[in-house]
């Protein structure tokens, strides 16, 4: 079955730029998604993209799509504090989504 | 308008109790989620319905879980004889269909002692 890893933690400042990462193996995917989960919180849909498609950008989001190599990526430009949270990649498979392990943004002033 | 709402927001029981988790999705979506997610890890596929049966139950780890959706819209994940291992956050998505982008509930934080 599908299997989606993240590196679990990342730590930028203020004002940066930040790229949280994320591989799959399962190519059949037709979306991938990016959520945002707050301590205590659900989920919060940031964006999603289409599977042929190579990037998308919305707001301060820009999301990468390398299919060869079955890679995704989430910046976040101008990271503010109040982006601190675990960013969850996933796919679908079906309907059912399958989620990586989370990304924990630390934001420091 | 109103998101995926989850009741309880905690549920506290006893090993060997039965209990029972209620979703009400957005309005008008026709696809309704169960996840589970447990401390530090991302959320499980348990079970998904697209109106008022079940199309893909492959996730649930056993028969001690059971959901239904008797009319489409609201959703119960029942589990009996409660297991510690069944303490996770159990979270809830909605789509406006079958492949939809999902909307999540706050989730109900299950705690088995």
């Known amino acids: 079955g599908e299997d989606v890893e993240q590196s679990l933690f990342l730590s930028v400042r203020e004002g940066d730029s930040s790229v949280i990462n994320c591989t799959y193996t399962?190519?059949?995917?037709?979306?991938l998604y990016w959520y945002k989960q707050e301590p205590g919180a659900g989920l919060q849909l940031l964006t999603y993209i289409f599977s042929n498609m190579d990037m998308k950008q919305d707001q301060r989001l820009t999301v990468l799509l390398n299919k060869k190599d079955k890679h995704l990526s989430l910046r976040i430009a101008d990271t503010q504090t109040g982006d601190s949270a675990i960013y969850f990649c996933?796919?679908?498979?079906?309907?059912?989504?399958?989620f990586g392990q989370g990304t924990e943004l630390s934001v420091k002033p | 308008g109103a998101g995926v709402s989850q009741t309880p927001s905690n549920k506290v029981t006893e090993k060997g109790k039965y209990v029972e988790l209620r979703c009400d999705p957005i309005s008008g979506h026709t696809a309704l989620y169960w996840y589970r997610q447990s401390l530090g890890q991302g959320p499980e596929f348990l079970i998904y319905f697209q109106g008022t049966g079940a199309a893909d139950d492959s996730g649930l780890p056993n028969d001690r879980f059971f959901a239904v959706r008797p009319e489409g819209s609201v959703s119960t994940l029942k589990i009996q004889r409660t297991e510690r291992g069944d303490s996770a956050v159990y979270l809830c998505a909605s789509s406006p269909g079958a492949g939809g982008e999902q909307y999540f509930g706050p989730g109900t934080r299950l705690t088995v002692t």
């Open positions: 399962d190519s059949s995917s037709t979306y």
């Open positions: 996933a796919g679908d498979q079906g309907g059912k989504l399958i």
